[in-house]
Nanobody, 117 residues
Framework: QVQLVESGGGLVQAGGSLRLACAAS????????MGWYRQAPGKQRELVAG???????NYADSVKGRFTISRDRAKNTVYLQMNSLKLEDTAVYYC???????????WGQGTQVTVSS
């Protein structure tokens, strides 16, 4: 089994910054990809940013230029640096991991990010 523990969420004023972290542990031999999703009230969960094992990175258009995803392979941890936060970034942010080979998918418990005016 794989466990994902997220941290770093909180309340921040518009224009501010937060850094999320997601640490993976458990039966991880190789990771296919890790990424961040978010879900705002009444909306579907959406991809924010993802990073594939080969290094390819993709972002949602709404966060390009403001958010940066990075990964520490040694720690099996993925980060999301969020700058210039907007009210519409308010959501629960979830970490997702896909294991290489089996393509098993695991989700974190979510961390709340609230941006205030």
């Amino acid at each position: 089994q794989v466990q994902l523990v997220e941290s770093g969420g909180g309340l921040v004023q518009a224009g501010g910054s937060l850094r999320l972290a997601c640490a993976a542990s458990g039966s991880i031999f190789s990771i296919n990809s890790m990424g961040w999703y978010r879900q705002a009230p009444g909306k579907q969960r959406e991809l924010v940013a993802g990073i594939i094992s080969g290094g390819q990175i993709n972002y949602a258009d709404s966060v390009k230029g403001r958010f940066t995803i990075s990964r520490d392979r040694a720690k099996n941890t993925v980060y999301l640096q969020m700058n210039s936060l907007k009210l519409e970034d308010t959501a629960v942010y979830y970490c997702k991991l896909i294991v290489a080979g089996t393509l098993g998918t695991f989700w974190g418990q979510g961390t709340q990010v609230t941006v205030s005016s």
